[in-house]
């Protein structure tokens, strides 16, 4: 399932759009989560394939989108749930 996790306000000299969160899938379905960033017009250089979290960053108006589009707003909890299920898979 493809996910949007809650909004963060952060400013680095690598991001500068303000409140951002991650896309990404609960099930490791990359496929899925590539062709979902397509429909939001994600570059899939911006991909992170982060061991414990693969996904994309992406700003209110990309969640905005991707919500409308059918992703799963799910809370810190639920994102610490998926890590956890990785590593212990790992």
Same mark, same amino acid.
């Given at each position: 399932?493809?996910?949007?996790?809650?909004?963060?306000?952060?400013?680095?000299?690598?991001?500068? /759009?303000?409140?951002?969160?991650?896309?990404?899938?609960?099930? @490791?379905?990359?496929?899925?989560?590539? &062709?979902?960033?397509? *429909?939001?017009?994600?570059?899939?250089? /911006?991909?992170?394939?982060?061991?414990?979290?693969?996904?994309? @960053?992406?700003?209110?108006?990309?969640? &905005?989108?991707?919500? *409308?589009?059918?992703?799963?707003?799910?809370?810190?909890?639920?994102?610490?749930?998926?890590?956890?299920?990785?590593?212990?898979?790992?």
């Amino acid at each position: 399932m493809i996910c949007v996790d809650p909004l963060v306000g952060r400013r680095s000299p690598s991001w500068n /759009w303000g409140e951002s969160c991650h896309l990404f899938t609960d099930d @490791d379905n990359y496929e899925e989560l590539y &062709e979902f960033g397509r *429909k939001l017009n994600l570059d899939p250089i /911006w991909f992170q394939f982060d061991k414990r979290l693969p996904h994309y @960053d992406i700003t209110r108006k990309k969640r &905005e989108a991707a919500v *409308k589009a059918g992703a799963r707003e799910v809370n810190m909890r639920y994102v610490r749930g998926v890590i956890h299920r990785r590593r212990s898979q790992a």
